[in-house]
């Protein structure tokens, strides 16, 4: 569990984050949504100790950052940005040098290396210099040493920046797997991951929480659903203008022969495309395109973020 | 203790991970062997004596040394492992002691492949050992306290090169004040306390065999003042 009180971080003058507080509870996975510069990072440098905030608090299941850092590292499995690692070790030797320093006995270090390399799918560069592989395999490295102690937290700051679609599928798979016993946090800007992964999302922007919630409940506070629809009828922008379950009808483009391109808000932020149908058909009207589309979390993700 | 340990191996691995720690060796080697025996004519001398050899020591030590300390934290925090490093559940003096033995011992290891001369001179004649072993001695606590130096400056640059610089900089104002006060003798206390400060100074015992205990503290206090800014500095980062 990760419990956040008040924390502030002020670097010199600039505030990288502004008292912030949330809870995590445990077997949950936060995504930690927000624009470069947000404060994402500086966060999850905070949780794991490697910076102190200017004030406020943070705990990791119970462990106070700063009172018992060392209580905290032990808790917490950690891949920080751009994913760093020893480019002149190979991957076997790398991830036994984890576990050791991270507290892994002896008799067991074995048994957890072999378990991290089949996790990640490390079987075939296991000899292989960490200099020598592609940013897919380091990523999984990466993500392969935070886990070696099998801790009960993990703090993965980007986890898929850089990696191709494929190599992205299989690390939020990762993921969603470690999610069902680990608490995770994660950050991104890439918005589907978090719909997919996470159970919950915090958006935060300019050092701010500005929203958080599930995916589901965010993407509910958006515009609604705008219903695209391409006609040809006399008058057809104006007396859908005056509908009464039509809260907004702007016209967007010109066809050829007189057809026009809507965008039609409903009334209650609701589909409204059938009443559209059948006034269309009421009024004789000839349609082209009738295409409703719900708002995407990047709809509501730019709405927040941009002000 | 254990933690300093494991800092300790992944750093020497480190150094012989790729040929640089071996291509180090040879030259020191080659540098010093030819220094010993050509510069300052050996075979003319006709003595079994290393003294010529350690005499020049402080100043051969000042070019390979610092090679070694430099980049102990600067490639971490040019790469980015500092921010791995220093959130695994390692104090910083556990992290801070592992590299500084390490670099230790890379050092000791170089060292021990020039007992080449020593054998050499055991051939030739009868060295008096005891003063050779002590000189060893003596030359590994000059190179511990150039080490703890470096390693510190390391730590305040994230740029290898600079830190080679200013470590080797700082470590030739600190041999230098040690001969230059001599053309200042009218300042008096001023000369006793660089001499007193000054690196070369507590040497010159170590070239004669002589191991002081007035110049072990000195070198131990060195090397003890320079870890504990490291530890500090490490921990700073936590501010900034």
């Given at each position: 569990?990760?419990?956040?009180?008040?924390?502030?971080?002020?670097?010199?003058?600039?505030?990288?984050?502004?008292?912030?507080?949330?809870?995590?509870?445990?077997?949950?996975?936060?995504?930690?949504?927000?624009?470069?510069?947000?404060?994402?990072?500086?966060?999850?440098?905070?949780?794991?100790c490697?910076?102190?905030?200017?004030?406020?608090?943070?705990?990791?299941?119970?462990?106070?950052?700063?009172?018992?850092?060392?209580?905290?590292?032990?808790?917490?499995?950690?891949?920080?940005?751009?994913?760093?690692?020893?480019?002149?070790?190979?991957?076997?030797?790398?991830?036994?040098?984890?576990?050791?320093?991270?507290?892994?006995?002896?008799?067991?270090?074995?048994?957890?290396?072999?378990?991290?390399?089949s996790?990640?799918?490390?079987?075939?560069?296991?000899?292989?210099?960490?200099?020598h592989?592609?940013?897919?395999?380091r990523?999984?490295?990466?993500?392969?040493?935070?886990?070696?102690?099998?801790?009960?937290?993990?703090?993965?700051?980007?986890?898929?920046?850089?990696?191709?679609?494929?190599?992205?599928?299989?690390?939020?798979?990762?993921?969603?797997?470690?999610?069902?016993e680990?608490?995770v946090?994660?950050?991104?800007?890439?918005?589907?991951?978090?719909?997919?992964?996470?159970?919950?999302?915090?958006?935060?922007?300019?050092?701010?929480?500005?929203?958080?919630?599930?995916?589901?409940?965010?993407?509910?506070?958006?515009?609604?659903?705008?219903?695209?629809?391409?006609?040809?009828?006399?008058?057809?922008?104006?007396?859908?203008?005056?509908?009464?379950?039509?809260?907004?009808?702007?016209?967007?483009?010109?066809g050829?022969?007189?057809?026009?391109?809507?965008?039609?808000q409903?009334?209650?932020?609701?589909?409204?495309?059938l009443?559209?149908?059948?006034?269309?058909?009421?009024?004789?009207?000839?349609?082209?395109?009738?295409?409703?589309?719900?708002?995407?979390?990047?709809?509501?993700?730019?709405?927040l973020?941009?002000? | 203790?254990?933690?300093?340990?494991?800092?300790?191996?992944?750093?020497?691995?480190?150094?012989?991970?790729?040929?640089?720690g071996?291509?180090?060796?040879i030259?020191?080697?080659?540098?010093?062997?030819?220094?010993?025996?050509?510069?300052?004519?050996?075979?003319?001398?006709?003595?079994?004596?290393?003294?010529?050899?350690?005499?020049?020591?402080?100043?051969?030590?000042?070019?390979?040394?610092?090679?070694?300390?430099?980049?102990?934290?600067?490639?971490?925090?040019?790469?980015?492992?500092?921010?791995?490093?220093?959130?695994?559940?390692?104090k910083?003096?556990?992290?801070?002691?592992?590299?500084?033995?390490a670099?230790?011992?890379?050092?000791?290891?170089?060292?021990?492949?020039?007992?080449?001369?020593?054998?050499?001179?055991?051939?030739?004649?009868?060295?008096?050992?005891?003063?050779?072993?002590?000189?060893?001695?003596?030359?590994?606590?000059?190179?511990?306290?150039?080490?703890?130096?470096?390693?510190?400056?390391?730590?305040?640059?994230?740029?290898?090169?600079?830190?080679?610089?200013?470590?080797?900089?700082?470590?030739?104002?600190?041999?230098?004040?040690?001969?230059?006060?001599?053309?200042?003798?009218?300042?008096?206390?001023i000369?006793?306390?660089c001499?007193?400060?000054?690196?070369?100074?507590?040497?010159?015992?170590?070239?004669?065999?002589?191991?002081d205990?007035r110049?072990?503290?000195?070198?131990?206090?060195?090397?003890?003042?320079?870890?504990?800014?490291?530890?500090?500095?490490?921990?700073?980062?936590k501010?900034?």
């Amino acid at each position: 569990m990760i419990h956040v009180d008040g924390l502030t971080k002020r670097y010199g003058k600039a505030t990288a984050i502004d008292n912030i507080s949330f809870t995590i509870n445990k077997g949950e996975v936060v995504g930690l949504l927000g624009p470069n510069g947000a404060g994402k990072t500086t966060t999850m440098k905070i949780l794991t100790c490697f910076i102190s905030a200017t004030a406020g608090r943070a705990s990791i299941n119970g462990h106070d950052t700063f009172d018992e850092p060392l209580k905290v590292k032990e808790q917490i499995g950690y891949l920080p940005e751009s994913c760093p690692l020893y480019h002149d070790m190979d991957v076997a030797t790398y991830l036994a040098f984890a576990a050791e320093a991270r507290g892994v006995a002896a008799d067991k270090r074995k048994l957890a290396v072999d378990r991290v390399i089949s996790d990640c799918d490390l079987g075939k560069v296991t000899r292989k210099l960490i200099g020598h592989l592609s940013k897919g395999y380091r990523q999984r490295v990466g993500l392969a040493q935070a886990m070696v102690h099998n801790p009960s937290v993990l703090i993965l700051d980007e986890p898929t920046s850089g990696l191709d679609p494929n190599q992205i599928r299989d690390i939020l798979a990762l993921i969603n797997n470690l999610g069902q016993e680990k608490t995770v946090i994660h950050s991104t800007h890439i918005l589907s991951e978090v719909e997919t992964t996470s159970d919950r999302v915090l958006i935060i922007n300019n050092g701010h929480i500005v929203a958080q919630g599930t995916p589901q409940e965010l993407m509910a506070r958006s515009s609604g659903t705008t219903v695209y629809l391409t006609v040809k009828g006399a008058d057809a922008q104006a007396q859908l203008s005056g509908a009464a379950f039509v809260k907004q009808a702007e016209k967007i483009g010109e066809g050829k022969d007189g057809f026009i391109r809507l965008a039609v808000q409903g009334a209650d932020a609701r589909d409204v495309s059938l009443d559209l149908f059948k006034m269309a058909k009421e009024k004789d009207w000839l349609v082209s395109e009738l295409k409703a589309e719900t708002a995407s979390l990047e709809d509501v993700f730019a709405k927040l973020t941009r002000g | 203790m254990k933690n300093a340990f494991t800092i300790f191996k992944k750093e020497l691995r480190s150094y012989f991970s790729s040929p640089i720690g071996f291509v180090f060796i040879i030259f020191y080697l080659l540098v010093s062997n030819a220094f010993f025996f050509f510069v300052q004519d050996f075979f003319k001398q006709g003595q079994v004596s290393m003294r010529g050899y350690f005499a020049a020591m402080p100043w051969v030590f000042l070019f390979f040394v610092p090679a070694i300390s430099m980049r102990l934290w600067a490639e971490e925090k040019k790469m980015g492992t500092v921010e791995l490093l220093l959130t695994m559940p390692l104090k910083e003096w556990e992290v801070v002691f592992g590299k500084f033995l390490a670099a230790f011992a890379f050092l000791a290891i170089t060292l021990l492949f020039s007992l080449t001369i020593p054998v050499s001179l055991a051939y030739l004649g009868k060295p008096d050992m005891g003063v050779i072993v002590g000189s060893y001695v003596g030359a590994l606590f000059l190179g511990s306290a150039y080490l703890a130096i470096g390693l510190y400056i390391s730590s305040l640059t994230e740029n290898q090169v600079v830190a080679f610089i200013i470590s080797l900089a700082v470590i030739f104002v600190l041999l230098l004040i040690g001969i230059a006060p001599v053309w200042l003798n009218a300042l008096g206390t001023i000369v006793s306390v660089c001499e007193y400060i000054s690196l070369l100074s507590h040497f010159n015992n170590v070239t004669r065999g002589v191991i002081d205990s007035r110049d072990v503290i000195y070198y131990a206090s060195v090397i003890v003042l320079f870890l504990y800014l490291n530890i500090k500095n490490i921990e700073a980062r936590k501010w900034r």
